[in-house]
């Protein structure tokens, strides 16, 4: 008897599609586009992580420990040292810089490769397979690169191009290339005497990377002299893994969202299936079907459903990837790191994972319209009606598992910590606790909406929204509830998703802006290029200074010197500015800090960033502990925290007196010039680049314009991602409404033809059909404001903060509110098209029939 | 006369080749592969000074400083040890090289200690730039470093008595080195023919040193042998590997013999040695003096190589017939060349002749590939 069932029951699944293969395509679509999404984030995340771990590999071989040193990098007697003394053979000198090809960006490696063998093993078989140890050591302009590299940039072996190195132009020899690998993608390696040469090392290095055991580091650490530091690798690799986890995590819970309104498609469909075939179920449990039987058979078709979308939607999400990583590297690139990832790089149970997410996420909304079938009484009638009713007997629950949702995302917004995680958490709890009173809300509106209607017939608006047709519009929707309730929701979440994140960007974007501003006070900048190495960056020649100062149409001068040293809590960027004439302002404390510069200004104190006192809880009138070049370890008492947009790593500013104190180092990495009154900033600009040419410099010169709109347009690039997989998930959310709209349209099709048959015109039945649509639209967008806005406010004040410590000033403009209701009922009349056009097409006579 | 000849002979540059502890060797053999050119060479006889001579010759391609001995501890137990550092110029010196990481040099030492009681062997290989001194060699003070393994003479020119600090990871050797004889110039006058012309080496040797220091903390003596050569091109083509031995009799002479073998057969085809007295002078020998007869071979578990670790041999102006054999089997040095160089025993017939030495045999993992 079972095997009969069964085969009952998948045969009538198998017509039933057959006879409604758009609702077939479209939920498959819907939930497809979901799962695509969320796979094509899950895989761009992994293949970043990946790229990342690789290139780190590169970098850093099997090394477990650095040797760093301050400002000015590691003595190159200490190498010596480390080898004779203390016989530390496992150990690498490294030169390391930045250096461009083309417009690309790579990791200049200055390595000796006879002492890579027992770190970067890789590096030494490339040299033992190519027999090029002779020419890349003897050769003073030999560089290797990544196979894949020199074929796409067309680069064979042998060949001269031309390297730039911290702005000046480098003639260099390709002697080998290195097997391909994505860690090398980036890296041009060379011989340690050039890179010494091209970055003017002196006689020091940059690092030197170690390979100890316990006994040798216990031997090493006896040994470390005061200037230098001895870091774990792994410290800084998880620093930079750290910075972009945030990142990966926005945009790992952005796709989750498209996902969750996926799985909104699939409830639907579902429930229309079960409504449309209450008749069969009625009929089955009279012959015998058990209740049991029924509910396994709505849940393994839906779980087929959600298995095919989502097999569909992974493998789209593959080729969506593709597309994504592009842009993900170039905020990597933007923000943080020389990173170059080219291709994909996931393992068949990460796609095999994104195909369970999806298949899960498609089946656990379907339980409740399982539910529903199974509970059909025996040879019952079927009627929509039934389903109605029990849709409003489920509401009390929905109400109390919304409450419950609502009451749950507070008390994790209100766990201690700052951790990420608990914060998305509550995102999504508000959201789906919203989402699940939509439907009741809705209705809330549609019955004030028919009695203002209702009250209103005998006054003005009655002849402008076309009488009773707009009244029975709304009548249909709230008849049908138990359809277009769900819809509304996901189009809700939809539309209020793009609400909150078109308020939080640009909140950001205004708070940057207003920071920049802040920030930027000079009239022209000229700045030397920057490196990449854990150290100084690029040094100015000190008489320009002098030049300049002898230049009249210049008031004042300041010079500002960036370098990374370590603090207890890591690495962070000093500034040291010398204000020139003027007294050091410094910048602008946050909202709750100490609003007084007076010890800054004394070279008694020093500022740091928002992110910094974030992540390590730092306050104004505590200290902070930094490794300096003369001192070693010194505190340094924090004046105030400023707001500082410009790296979530942490910045600490001095006053060039205080530092000079402690860090021999005499170099500036950039001039800050403020003109006189009158004076025209771009001819001024032109003035000095004239001079920076005849002197042969290669510094950046930009005027406060040209910096504020480069940085504004790094700011854009980032969020191009965000906007993208926010039209996506527009996209599943409207896929949604259309499938609603036209399940309602099958269902109630007799219900249109009685109309017809009243006499009722084709155009007013297609409209009645846009109106409704109209009215959910209006209705979604309205609903998702308040969301939309509660959203921009926990992305802002939880997110954001802990996700980089920024705080963000919410401002809420009416543009993204006004899109919100285009977006609502544009979204809402192009789902409508369609069924509407159908709807012209009914025959009243055979639709009458009934099916 | 030693085993460096082995990198320049490209029959035997296989490649990189599995190092004590992993796979991390480089291919420095294909490197060395290199050019000649700019190079001086052994053409005709030079006067020998010394101290200074046992400073470095950059003008040459390839040098070596090859220590050898045996050594006894307090409770009469025996050792044998080896620390070697070869230069191998990659183009000649530049009068206008002001780099700081060196690009016409890389280094290269061995390090090796036999515990005949145990037959035990450790040995480590190192590779180096040089660069920022971290290996090199200087002649006044004379020193020859790679990282902490050092051979240096303790007062300030390069005069005896010498220091050797070996420091590795198996063992801790400190030892005072002192000579006892003046230095043999190998071959005609130090020009040591190998080939054709312009196939020699500059060679002497210090055939009978004294050693006394620690190993580990203990106290040992004996007795070490310094070889000294230089060269830019020294074999001939052909020839595939070759057998040397130092052996230090117990009546005061030393023998030094080698012989190179060839393609054809692995026959031997030159041989050459010296017969050092007790009072310093010495004979050389030519290839019709020498009988070298291999008696046993032991295959080596690791590189596959199958080397004769016991000899006959026969030498004119040594009456009898002599024994040469292996103290044990198990002294193979893998890195980027595998050969073996360990302790050995000597004696004739009758024990009217006993000696120690050492054996250096390169080329027997050719067969095995």
């Known amino acids: 008897m079972n095997k009969v069932n069964n085969a009952w029951l998948i045969n009538s699944n198998i017509r039933f599609y057959r006879q409604h293969p758009s609702q077939l395509l479209l939920t498959l679509l819907g939930l497809a586009l979901g799962v695509a999404i969320a796979t094509s984030v899950i895989l761009t995340t992994a293949s970043a992580r990946k790229a990342f771990a690789l290139s780190t590999e590169a970098l850093y071989g099997r090394a477990t420990h650095q040797i760093l040193g301050g400002s000015q990098g590691v003595d190159a007697e200490y190498y010596r040292r480390l080898r004779t003394e203390l016989g530390l053979t496992n150990s690498a000198p490294v030169i390391e810089g930045l250096a461009s090809l083309g417009r690309e960006s790579f990791t200049l490696l200055g390595i000796a490769p006879l002492a890579e063998a027992q770190l970067r093993p890789r590096n030494a078989q490339s040299f033992a397979a190519n027999s090029a140890l002779q020419s890349f050591v003897g050769d003073r302009h030999a560089v290797a690169l990544d196979s894949e590299t020199a074929a796409r940039l067309g680069i064979s072996k042998g060949e001269t191009f031309a390297l730039l190195i911290n702005g000046e132009s480098h003639q260099v020899t390709l002697a080998l290339t290195l097997p391909h690998s994505s860690g090398s993608a980036s890296l041009i390696l060379t011989y340690i005497e050039n890179a010494r040469l091209w970055l003017e090392r002196g006689a020091t290095l940059d690092r030197i990377d170690l390979h100890l055991d316990n006994k040798k580091l216990e031997l090493l650490q006896a040994w470390l002299p005061d200037k230098l530091r001895l870091v774990p690798s792994a410290s800084h690799a998880q620093q930079m893994q750290e910075m972009t986890k945030a990142f990966n995590t926005n945009l790992t819970a952005m796709s989750l969202l498209a996902l969750l309104i996926g799985a909104f498609l699939i409830h639907n469909t579902m429930s229309f299936v079960v409504v449309s075939r209450r008749t069969h179920y009625a009929l089955y449990r009279s012959l015998g079907v058990t209740r049991a039987e029924i509910l396994r058979s709505v849940l393994v078709e839906a779980c087929a459903l959600a298995l095919l979308g989502s097999v569909i939607g992974a493998m789209l999400g593959v080729a969506l990837a593709g597309q994504l990583i592009a842009m993900v590297t170039q905020t990597i690139n933007d923000l943080y790191f020389v990173l170059t990832v080219r291709e994909l790089h996931f393992s068949g149970w990460q796609w095999l994972l994104c195909v369970l997410l999806g298949t899960a996420a498609g089946t656990l909304p379907a339980i409740a319209a399982a539910w529903d079938a199974a509970r059909t009484p025996p040879g019952q009638l079927a009627l929509v009606s039934t389903l109605e009713q029990s849709s409003r007997a489920r509401r009390k629950g929905l109400a109390l598992l919304a409450v419950g949702m609502l009451l749950l995302g507070l008390a994790l917004l209100a766990l201690p910590g700052a951790s990420l995680l608990p914060g998305f958490a509550a995102l999504f709890a508000v959201v789906l606790g919203y989402a699940l009173l939509v439907p009741m809300a809705s209705g809330v509106l549609l019955q004030a909406l028919r009695y203002l209607l209702v009250r209103s017939r005998t006054w003005g608006p009655q002849a402008l929204v076309g009488g009773w047709r707009f009244t029975h519009a709304i009548g249909a929707i709230q008849r049908n509830m138990s359809r277009y309730g769900v819809a509304l929701a996901a189009l809700c979440v939809a539309i209020a998703a793009t609400v909150g994140v078109d308020i939080m960007v640009g909140s950001f974007r205004s708070s940057v802006q207003n920071w920049l501003e802040d920030t930027l006070r000079s009239d022209i900048y000229i700045s030397a290029p920057s490196s990449l190495s854990a150290r100084a960056e690029g040094d100015l020649d000190p008489s320009l200074s002098q030049w300049l100062l002898s230049h009249n149409k210049i008031k004042n001068i300041n010079t500002s010197r960036r370098i990374t040293v370590q603090s207890r809590e890591g690495e962070v960027t000093l500034m040291a500015i010398d204000p020139g004439n003027d007294q050091l302002r410094g910048f602008k404390p946050i909202a709750n800090s100490k609003n007084d510069n007076t010890a800054l200004a004394q070279a008694q104190a020093v500022q740091i960033s928002e992110p910094l006192a974030r992540t390590h809880s730092l306050r104004a009138g505590e200290k902070i502990e930094l490794f300096t070049d003369n001192n070693g370890w010194q505190e340094f008492v924090i004046a105030n925290v400023f707001r500082d947009y410009g790296r979530s790593q942490g910045m600490v500013l001095f006053h060039r007196k205080l530092y000079q104190q402690h860090w021999t180092d005499n170099a500036y990495s950039s001039i800050g010039l403020q003109l006189v009154d009158n004076a025209d900033s771009k001819n001024q600009v032109e003035i000095i680049r004239q001079h920076l040419q005849e002197q042969n410099y290669s510094y950046m010169l930009n005027d406060n314009r040209s910096i504020r709109e480069e940085s504004l347009a790094i700011f854009d690039r980032t969020f191009a991602i965000t906007h993208v997989l926010r039209l996506l998930t527009v996209g599943v959310a409207f896929l949604g409404l259309f499938s609603a709209l036209m399940s309602v349209l099958l269902e109630k099709t007799r219900e249109f033809a009685v109309f017809r048959a009243l006499g009722a015109r084709r155009s007013e039945m297609s409209t009645l059909i846009l109106q409704q649509a109209a009215i959910i639209g209006c209705i979604a967008a309205l609903l998702a404001l308040p969301l939309g806005v509660v959203l921009a406010a926990l992305l802002i004040d939880v997110i954001n903060v802990r996700s980089f410590g920024w705080t963000i000033d919410m401002q809420i403009s009416l543009s993204p509110l006004l899109f919100a209701l285009a977006l609502g009922l544009g979204a809402a009349l192009l789902a409508s098209i369609l069924p509407a056009r159908r709807l012209q097409k009914i025959q009243i006579n055979h639709a009458m029939r009934m099916e | 006369m030693r085993f460096i000849h082995a990198l320049f002979c490209t029959g035997l540059l296989t490649g990189p080749v599995i190092s004590q502890a992993e796979q991390t060797s480089i291919d420095i053999g294909t490197a060395l592969a290199g050019s000649a050119v700019g190079f001086e060479q052994a053409l005709q006889l030079r006067a020998f000074e010394f101290p200074s001579d046992h400073g470095p010759h950059p003008?040459?391609?390839?040098?070596?400083?090859?220590?050898?001995?045996?050594?006894?501890?307090?409770?009469?137990?025996?050792?044998?040890?080896?620390?070697?550092?070869?230069?191998?110029?990659?183009?000649?010196?530049?009068?206008?090289?002001?780099?700081?990481?060196?690009?016409?040099?890389?280094?290269?030492?061995?390090?090796?200690?036999?515990?005949?009681?145990?037959?035990?062997?450790?040995?480590?290989?190192?590779?180096?730039?040089?660069?920022?001194?971290?290996?090199?060699?200087?002649?006044?003070?004379?020193?020859?470093?790679?990282?902490?393994?050092?051979?240096?003479?303790?007062?300030?020119?390069?005069?005896?008595?010498?220091?050797?600090?070996?420091?590795?990871?198996?063992?801790?050797?400190?030892?005072?080195?002192?000579?006892?004889?003046?230095?043999?110039?190998?071959?005609?006058?130090?020009?040591?023919?190998?080939?054709?012309?312009?196939?020699?080496?500059?060679?002497?040797?210090?055939?009978?040193?004294?050693?006394?220091?620690?190993?580990?903390?203990?106290?040992?003596?004996?007795?070490?042998?310094?070889?000294?050569?230089?060269?830019?091109?020294?074999?001939?083509?052909?020839?595939?590997?070759?057998?040397?031995?130092?052996?230090?009799?117990?009546?005061?002479?030393?023998?030094?013999?080698?012989?190179?073998?060839?393609?054809?057969?692995?026959?031997?085809?030159?041989?050459?040695?010296?017969?050092?007295?007790?009072?310093?002078?010495?004979?050389?020998?030519?290839?019709?003096?020498?009988?070298?007869?291999?008696?046993?071979?032991?295959?080596?578990?690791?590189?596959?190589?199958?080397?004769?670790?016991?000899?006959?041999?026969?030498?004119?102006?040594?009456?009898?017939?002599?024994?040469?054999?292996?103290?044990?089997?198990?002294?193979?040095?893998?890195?980027?060349?595998?050969?073996?160089?360990?302790?050995?025993?000597?004696?004739?017939?009758?024990?009217?002749?006993?000696?120690?030495?050492?054996?250096?045999?390169?080329?027997?993992?050719?067969?095995?590939?």
């Open chain 2, 59 to 369: 003008s040459f391609r390839n040098e070596w400083w090859y220590l050898t001995g045996q050594l006894q501890d307090g409770s009469g137990r025996d050792y044998g040890f080896q620390y070697t550092l070869f230069r191998i110029g990659l183009t000649p010196p530049q009068s206008t090289d002001e780099d700081l990481w060196s690009r016409d040099t890389i280094w290269m030492a061995h390090v090796a200690l036999s515990d005949v009681k145990e037959k035990k062997h450790w040995h480590s290989q190192r590779l180096s730039h040089g660069g920022v001194g971290s290996a090199g060699v200087t002649a006044s003070p004379f020193s020859a470093w790679m990282d902490n393994w050092r051979l240096n003479a303790t007062g300030d020119s390069g005069n005896f008595p010498w220091e050797l600090h070996i420091a590795d990871e198996n063992f801790n050797l400190r030892l005072q080195v002192d000579n006892q004889k003046p230095p043999v110039l190998q071959g005609d006058r130090g020009l040591s023919q190998k080939g054709g012309a312009g196939n020699a080496s500059f060679y002497y040797s210090y055939t009978e040193m004294q050693v006394a220091g620690t190993l580990d903390g203990k106290t040992v003596n004996g007795s070490a042998w310094l070889d000294r050569e230089w060269s830019t091109s020294v074999l001939p083509p052909g020839v595939t590997g070759w057998d040397w031995f130092s052996l230090q009799l117990q009546d005061g002479r030393q023998l030094m013999l080698y012989q190179l073998r060839s393609e054809k057969n692995n026959a031997a085809n030159n041989k050459s040695g010296s017969l050092v007295q007790t009072d310093g002078s010495s004979i050389t020998l030519a290839a019709d003096d020498i009988s070298l007869q291999a008696t046993r071979h032991w295959r080596s578990p690791i590189s596959g190589a199958r080397y004769p670790t016991a000899w006959k041999l026969k030498v004119k102006g040594l009456v009898e017939e002599l024994t040469v054999t292996a103290s044990f089997d198990e002294q193979e040095l893998i890195g980027i060349v595998n050969y073996w160089e360990g302790v050995i025993e000597v004696e004739s017939p009758n024990n009217t002749i006993r000696g120690r030495g050492y054996l250096e045999m390169t080329g027997y993992d050719r067969g095995s590939e």
